[in-house]
C-alpha cells in the first residue's frame, strides 16, 4: 500500500512539473544556441532595432496550416523568432498566423499587397499532387506597410524581418549619389542591390558637374564607368573626399567580349587618379583555376548541344578577410576582374577584403580567349590576387575619409529585360555590405551575412580523386576478405582442438 503511495505521489509530482514548465515557458521564451555562428542568436542590430521602437509593429504571418514536415518546420523557427522579438519590444511588437487557403476574401486582400501562393509537389495517398501554400509576412507600422513576399529559413528570416522594420520605422533616410555620366549602368541594372540598398538609403542620380551639390551625400557610388573622366570631374572627387565623404568604386580595368572572344584593356581616367594615392588596380585578367563556366553550344549532325565549361576568367572568390564588409560572404563570382595593389604610406589604412585562390595567375591583354584550352598548374603561377579592399585616412586633404576599391565593376549586375540574370547573394551582399560599411553604423551589414548559405567542397587533384575512389570501392572489399580469412583461421584451429583427446567445447 505504501509503495502504491509513493508511485502515486510521484506520478502526481511529474504531471505537476510538467504543467509548470508549459507555464513557464509560454511567458517567458528562451532558447540555447550551440551553433558556431549563432545562428538561433538575435543580432545586435536586430535587438537595437526593436528596442527602439517608437511605435507598435504588428506581423501578420500568412502560412498555410498543413505544411508537409520540412516546410512546417520553417513556420516554426519563424513563430519561434517572432516570440523573440515580441519579448524585446516590451509590449510594441504583436502578431498571429492567418491561413488564406481557409478564407477567399484573405487572398484576395493579401494578393493586393503582392503576397502571391508558392506551388508544391507533394504526395498524397501515393499520388503526385500540387498544392497552393502560402510562406509570406506583412509587417505593419503605422500606416505604413512592408511585405516579406516568402520567409525563407535559416537567418535570412531574421534579415528579411529586422530589415523590414528598419525600413518601416527610418524616418530621414541618408541619401547616396550614383554617378552617371560615363557610360555607367543605369540603377535599374542593379534591382538586387538597390533593393537592399532602398531599406536604408534614398539613392539619386548625379554627375561630377555639381560640385556644390555633393556634400549632401552620404557616400558616392562609381560603378563599371566607359568613358574617361575630365581631370575636372577627379577634382571634384578629390574635393568631396577632403571634406570627409566616402567612396565606392567598382572598376573594369580590363573587359571581355565572349561574342568575338577578346580581351582588351580599359582607361577611364580613374586608374591615375587611384595610382597618385598608392592604389595600383592592374591592367591584367586573373584567372583562377576556382571559377565560374561559359555554356557552349556545338553543333553535331542535325543536333545542337549545350555543354558548359569551365572558364578561368571568371574567378570564384572564396577566400575574405575578417573585415565587416567581407565577414560572412561564401562565394562571389567575378567577371574580368584585376588585381588590386597598394604602395603607398602608413598613412593611409589599407585592408585586403578579398582574395583569388592558390591557384590563380595573371594574364595581360590583348588577348583571344580559346574556350577549349586545357589549363594546367603552370598557368596559375600568381596566387592570392587582391580582387577588393578598403581604405581609410586622409584620402585627399585633412579630413578622415574611406574607399572600396573593387576590381571588377560588373559582378552586381542584373541586366535589364531578357537579358536580366538571378545574382548569387554574395554578390549583392559586397557591393551592399560595402555601402553600408560606408554609409552606415546600424548592423544591419552584420546581419546580412549572418550564418552559413552553403559550404562548396574544396577542390582536390585528380590523383587524389582517383585515389580517394579507389580507396573507398576497395577498403570495403578488403576488410570483408581479411575478416573471412581470420574466421577461416578460427573454424581451423577450434577444429585441431576437437580433435584432440579430453577437449570439452
Known amino acids: 500500500?505504501?509503495?502504491?503511495?509513493?508511485?502515486?505521489?510521484?506520478?502526481?509530482?511529474?504531471?505537476?512539473?510538467v504543467f509548470l514548465v508549459n507555464i513557464v515557458s509560454s511567458r517567458y521564451f528562451f532558447r540555447i544556441d550551440f551553433t558556431s555562428d549563432k545562428r538561433y542568436t538575435l543580432s545586435k542590430a536586430t535587438k537595437n532595432i526593436v528596442k527602439g521602437l517608437d511605435n507598435?509593429?504588428?506581423v501578420t504571418a500568412y502560412f498555410t496550416k498543413d505544411l508537409p514536415p520540412a516546410i512546417m518546420q520553417t513556420r516554426n523557427d519563424f513563430n519561434d523568432l517572432l516570440v523573440e522579438y515580441s519579448n524585446l519590444a516590451k509590449g510594441k511588437f504583436a502578431?498571429?498566423?492567418?491561413?488564406?487557403?481557409?478564407?477567399?476574401?484573405?487572398?484576395?486582400?493579401?494578393?493586393?499587397?503582392?503576397?502571391?501562393?508558392?506551388?508544391?509537389?507533394?504526395?498524397?495517398?501515393?499520388?503526385?499532387?500540387?498544392?497552393?501554400i502560402y510562406l509570406s509576412a506583412l509587417v505593419k507600422y503605422g500606416d505604413k506597410k512592408e511585405v516579406i513576399p516568402i520567409i525563407l529559413p535559416g537567418t535570412s528570416m531574421e534579415y528579411s524581418l529586422s530589415s523590414a522594420i528598419k525600413k518601416l520605422t527610418t524616418t530621414n533616410k541618408p541619401t547616396l549619389g550614383y554617378i552617371t555620366g560615363h557610360g555607367e549602368p543605369s540603377l535599374q541594372t542593379m534591382q538586387q542591390a538597390m533593393q537592399a540598398l532602398d531599406v536604408m538609403y534614398t539613392i539619386e542620380n548625379t554627375n561630377l558637374s555639381e560640385i556644390g551639390n555633393l556634400?549632401?551625400?552620404?557616400?558616392?557610388?562609381?560603378?563599371?564607368p566607359a568613358d574617361t573622366l575630365s581631370d575636372g570631374e577627379l577634382l571634384v572627387l578629390d574635393n568631396y573626399l577632403a571634406q570627409g565623404g566616402n567612396l565606392y568604386l567598382a572598376l573594369n580595368r580590363v573587359t571581355g567580349n565572349l561574342n568575338n572572344a577578346t580581351g582588351d584593356e580599359n582607361y577611364?581616367?580613374?586608374e591615375t587618379w587611384l595610382k597618385n594615392k598608392g592604389i595600383i588596380v592592374d591592367n591584367q585578367f586573373i584567372i583562377d583555376a576556382s571559377c565560374g563556366s561559359v555554356s557552349v553550344r556545338q553543333q553535331q549532325g542535325v543536333f545542337s548541344i549545350t555543354t558548359q565549361l569551365s572558364f578561368p576568367f571568371l574567378p570564384l572568390i572564396k577566400t575574405f578577410s575578417d573585415h565587416p564588409v567581407s565577414k560572412g560572404l561564401e562565394t562571389v563570382l567575378l567577371q574580368f576582374a584585376s588585381p588590386i595593389q597598394y604602395v603607398g604610406d602608413t598613412t593611409m589604412k589599407y585592408s585586403p577584403l578579398a582574395f583569388s585562390s592558390e591557384k590563380s595567375?595573371?594574364?595581360s591583354p590583348p588577348i583571344v580567349f580559346d574556350i577549349q584550352k586545357k589549363w594546367g598548374n603552370t598557368d596559375f603561377t600568381s596566387p592570392k590576387q587582391v580582387v577588393a579592399a578598403s581604405f581609410e585616412g586622409m584620402l585627399s586633404g585633412n579630413e578622415e575619409a574611406k574607399m572600396i576599391v573593387i576590381g571588377d565593376g560588373d559582378f552586381a549586375i542584373n541586366g535589364q529585360g531578357q537579358q536580366a540574370r538571378q545574382l548569387t547573394p554574395d554578390n549583392v551582399n559586397l557591393m551592399v555590405n560595402s555601402i553600408d560599411w560606408l554609409s552606415d553604423d546600424t548592423g544591419l551589414i552584420e546581419l546580412r551575412t549572418k550564418g552559413v548559405t552553403n559550404r562548396p567542397l574544396d577542390q582536390i587533384e585528380d590523383g587524389k580523386k582517383t585515389f580517394l575512389k579507389y580507396f573507398n570501392f576497395l577498403l570495403p572489399i578488403l576488410l570483408i576478405i581479411i575478416y573471412g580469412l581470420f574466421?577461416?583461421?578460427q573454424n581451423k584451429?577450434?577444429?585441431?582442438?576437437?580433435?584432440?583427446?579430453?577437449?570439452?567445447?
Open 1 to 17: 500500500m505504501k509503495k502504491r503511495n509513493s508511485i502515486t505521489l510521484f506520478v502526481v509530482l511529474i504531471i505537476g512539473i
Open 56 to 58: 507598435p509593429v504588428t
Open 95 to 132: 502578431f498571429e498566423f492567418v491561413n488564406p487557403n481557409d478564407d477567399d476574401k484573405v487572398e484576395q486582400e493579401i494578393s493586393k499587397y503582392g503576397i502571391a501562393p508558392q506551388i508544391i509537389n507533394v504526395r498524397e495517398k501515393d499520388q503526385a499532387v500540387q498544392k497552393k
Open 215 to 224: 556634400k549632401k551625400y552620404k557616400s558616392l557610388i562609381l560603378v563599371s
Open 361 to 363: 595567375g595573371l594574364m
Open 487 to 489: 574466421r577461416s583461421r
Open 493 to 505: 584451429i577450434k577444429e585441431v582442438k576437437r580433435m584432440q583427446e579430453h577437449f570439452i567445447d
Open 268 to 270: 577611364t581616367g580613374i
